[in-house]
């Protein structure tokens, strides 16, 4: 079954399994807002720096399984396998597009 991405989403989860971050910034809008590990990181410089962060702390990758619509967010639930107990895990991501970009995204 192939699930069905916005680009700006799909983009994100291909440089997240890749090894070159520089294309992170095509998918973020400028302010945009992530969530992860009781963190908050706003604006590209930020998003990029927790991301290298994350990356380099737990070498991870992440499989999208499936993805729904929720009141305006695009909610896909991934497999992550990484360098962390317990893995892989099912993470749930969720983003909020505006303009063609990721305005927001809230990993739990």
Known sequence: MTIQLADPIK???EIS??????GLKDCFSADALV??????????AAIAAWFSDTRQK???SAKPLS???QQQHEIVIAE????FPGSP???SYT???????IQSLQIA
């Open 17 to 22: 399994n890749g090894t070159d971050p520089a």
């Open 58 to 60: 737990y070498a991870f």
């Open 67 to 69: 993805a729904t619509t």
């Open 80 to 83: 992550v396998s990484g360098n």
């Open 35 to 44: 969530l992860d590990e009781g963190g908050s990181y706003q604006g590209q």
């Open 95 to 101: 983003f909020l597009l505006q303009d063609g970009k």
């Open 89 to 91: 895990i099912k993470l």
């Open 11 to 13: 983009n994100y989860f």
